[in-house]
């Protein structure tokens, strides 16, 4: 009975976070309650709010799911990693990933610009998301480093700024690519970008 009733749970969770996510991309999340996502599923705001406790932890748990769910579709590890073409494979199949996934992309979308959240609340959801997004640039950084030590990258290339520099292409391109303001292919454009710097940057180290 109590295992019944910890599914039930977990399903009402889920079920709340489809109507949240539904709600969101409707009205935006500033103007989205926790009435209209109980409605939407025949809840009551207070079984809502037994699950969360404001609108930016439900924000927080939706995009853990929506990364993690992402994270497990692509068919690479970003922690074996061992040269820069393991590098650039790893980001062309998370880009191309992206571009086969529409409903990843909305996703993408609502989070990259939304421009109503306040400080407050983004400051919030992303100080819960932490570990999702350190895990990503500690995880550059360690294999930098690592192929530096190999030798394949110049000694004097300080690798916190490759890792930055890496990041703030990526992070670019994405929101470039989501927001349709280019006719483009995320994987064409990104690496691209991605091989321009690494050529750039064994070039000025001779």
């Given at each position: 009975m109590a295992r019944r009733t910890k599914e039930e749970a977990e399903q009402t969770k889920q079920d709340i976070l489809a109507s949240a996510q539904s709600l969101f991309y409707e009205k935006g999340f500033a103007r989205s309650?926790?009435?209209?996502?109980?409605?939407?599923?025949?809840l009551t705001k207070g079984a809502v709010y037994w699950h969360f406790r404001n609108k930016a932890d439900l924000l927080a748990e939706l995009m853990r799911q929506k990364f993690i769910e992402h994270k497990e579709k692509i068919s690479s590890d970003g922690s074996k990693m061992n040269s820069l073409s393991d590098i650039r494979e790893h980001f062309?199949?998370?880009a191309q990933s992206i571009e086969n996934d529409a409903d990843f992309c909305r996703f993408l979308f609502f989070v990259i610009f939304q421009?109503?959240?306040s400080e407050s609340v983004a400051n919030r959801v992303f100080d819960q998301l932490t570990d999702i997004t350190e895990y990503t640039w500690k995880t550059l950084k360690e294999r930098l480093t690592f192929i530096q030590k190999s030798g394949e990258i110049p000694s004097n290339i300080n690798v916190e700024d490759l890792t930055i520099l890496i990041s703030c292409l990526w992070r670019g391109t994405v929101d470039s690519y989501i927001s349709k303001r280019y006719p483009m292919s995320l994987s064409v454009v990104f690496l691209q970008g991605f091989d321009m710097l690494i050529n750039s940057l064994k070039l000025e180290s001779k």
């Open positions: 309650t926790f009435d209209e996502v109980a409605k939407r599923i025949n062309k199949l998370v421009m109503e959240w």
